[in-house]
């Protein structure tokens, strides 16, 4: 049987980035701010830079599912940004990791003795 190949657009994938910015003065802050990392990491987000985590999702529904429980999680104070771009603009992106390039080490290669 052929898969529908239309069910895997690069159109139709998305991808969900929340951004957010919380109070982490006092400990209930900090309490308030860790519960909600975790509630993202536990619906399958993933950290992509220091309070911006990242989704992917197979569909606009599943995408929509995931922005609503973002929505349940929200704390008192604090700010929330949810972008949502296709598989199509985050393989777009560009990442840089700094203007340097990172000269790695030589590691010998270990010989095996049979």
């Given at each position: 049987?052929?898969?529908d190949?239309?069910?895997?657009?690069?159109?139709?994938?998305?991808?969900?980035l929340?951004?957010?910015?919380?109070?982490?003065e006092t400990?209930?802050?900090?309490?308030?701010?860790?519960?909600?990392?975790?509630?993202?990491?536990r619906?399958?987000?993933?950290?992509?830079?220091f309070?911006i985590?990242?989704?992917?999702?197979?569909?606009?529904?599943?995408?929509?599912?995931?922005?609503?429980?973002?929505?349940?999680w929200?704390p008192?104070?604090?700010?929330?940004?949810i972008?949502?771009?296709t598989d199509?603009?985050?393989?777009?992106?560009e990442?840089?990791?700094?203007?340097k390039?990172k000269?790695?080490?030589h590691?010998?290669i270990?010989?095996?003795?049979?």
């Amino acid at each position: 049987m052929i898969a529908d190949l239309s069910r895997y657009s690069e159109y139709r994938v998305m991808w969900i980035l929340v951004f957010f910015d919380l109070p982490t003065e006092t400990k209930k802050d900090r309490k308030i701010y860790q519960e909600f990392r975790k509630n993202l990491m536990r619906d399958g987000f993933t950290m992509f830079q220091f309070s911006i985590y990242l989704r992917h999702c197979a569909s606009r529904e599943n995408m929509a599912v995931h922005i609503k429980r973002v929505h349940e999680w929200l704390p008192e104070y604090g700010k929330v940004g949810i972008l949502t771009i296709t598989d199509k603009q985050f393989g777009d992106m560009e990442i840089f990791y700094g203007r340097k390039a990172k000269i790695e080490k030589h590691v010998p290669i270990q010989l095996e003795l049979f």
